[in-house]
């Protein structure tokens, strides 16, 4: 039996049962066996999904792009900038954004620290080997949450980290008028569903943003959705570190209202394995992708309740081709904008591949252009 699969049963045995939060989080984190600890090449074609830095190098030189603008519009005087990454992953992206601020702007390089928080010592292995070039840029923190972190003056952004941080799954029971939470427990030898014996209490699990009344009355009976309140969590603990700057995320998500949609009536809770979607998400612990959509209405809200403004809530082809056209004009010196380069953007930008699905959330704090 698998080291993963045994570390689920010992946490379901005691009580019978665990929130689906608690098994997203061994499956995908349990050090060593978790899906993300033992599998590095987990985007990409030998992978089991395709994320925007698995099209090419583009993606993260128009991300430096963007970062150059803002760091150069700080009112600040600071001698380094720091760029701080979550969830680095094997490094990749870093790598392509360090890469085109070294050969495009070798003077903001210079005074550019890349910054990765990664509680994973394994992946920080990975990452490291990924920077090697970049060694004397990039340091590391296992989590933004370190005791007394000064503030910083900078940039904090996360590409797919959000929507990979466990879920709770809260059912609405029609006829009593109440959520309840799905667990896991274990039928027949295997993972199954159940419900968890109390009803939702609003104060541990409060429902997503803007329910409208009227909305409860029609709700069918056993219609599913997601809520993460580590998201949530990170996001107000993210910009709290953050004194002047911007806190940037990538991700696929929607709004409050869309997670009530007809067609949502099961969530956005899936796993993925060899680029197909799993029937089963409960199935193979470790050796699928988890995944799901993130809230954006509850971040920011996140966000503005500790002081942020929200600058923009725009699609990934909002967001890359408003930087684009900036990077297209020759005197902005981004690089030979050739053929390759067209091809990678379409593949970002277009409706039916990575476009529309995902978005892209900038919040700011303190006196800074846009």
């Known amino acids: ?27 995908l984190y349990c050090p060593n066996y978790g899906y993300y600890e033992q599998k590095r090449d987990t985007p990409g074609k030998r992978g089991d999904f395709y994320t925007s830095v698995s099209v090419g190098a583009l993606f993260g030189e128009l991300l430096a792009f963007q970062f150059a603008e803002w760091l150069e519009q700080l009112p600040i005087a600071d001698c380094r900038l720091p760029i701080v990454e979550a969830g680095a992953h094997d490094g990749r992206l870093a790598k392509d954004i360090l890469n085109w601020l070294k050969l495009q702007r070798p003077t903001l390089f210079e005074r550019i620290e890349y910054w990765i928080l990664e509680p994973s010592t394994r992946r920080q292995e990975w990452q490291r080997e990924t920077l090697e070039d970049f060694a004397p840029h990039v340091r590391w923190e296992a989590s933004h949450l370190t005791p007394h972190a000064s503030r910083l003056n900078g940039i904090i952004f996360s590409n797919e980290l959000l929507d990979a941080m466990p879920v709770h799954r809260l059912g609405w029971d029609a006829q009593r008028r109440l959520w309840f939470e799905w667990g896991v427990t274990i039928l027949s030898e295997r993972f199954d569903w159940c419900r968890l014996p ?37 996001w107000r603990e993210a910009a709290a570190r953050l004194q002047h700057g911007k806190l940037v995320t990538l991700d696929y998500g929607l709004s409050a209202e869309e997670f009530f949609a007809p067609q949502r009536r099961d969530g956005t809770l899936r796993a993925y394995r060899q680029h197909q979607i799993c029937g089963d998400v409960l199935a193979n612990p470790g050796d699928q992708d988890l995944t799901a959509h993130v809230n954006f209405t509850a971040l920011q809200q996140a966000g503005e309740a500790v002081g942020l403004k929200t600058e923009s809530l725009l699609t990934q082809a909002q967001f890359l081709t408003r930087i684009g056209a900036r990077a297209w004009i020759p005197e902005n010196n981004f690089g030979v904008w050739s053929q390759e380069r067209s091809r990678q953007l379409q593949t970002l930008t277009h409706p039916q591949h990575l476009g529309r699905a995902f978005r892209v959330l900038v919040q700011a704090r303190g006196d800074c252009s846009s």
């Open 198 to 234: 109390n009803s939702v209490p609003a104060t541990r699990h409060p429902p997503p943003a803007a329910i409208a009344p009227e909305l409860l009355e029609i709700l069918p009976e056993g219609f599913t959705i997601e809520i993460c309140p580590a998201a949530e969590t990170w």
């Open 1 to 27: 039996m698998k080291p993963v699969i045994e570390q689920i049963r010992a946490a379901i045995g005691p009580h019978g049962a665990i929130s689906f939060a608690h098994f997203m989080e061994l499956a």
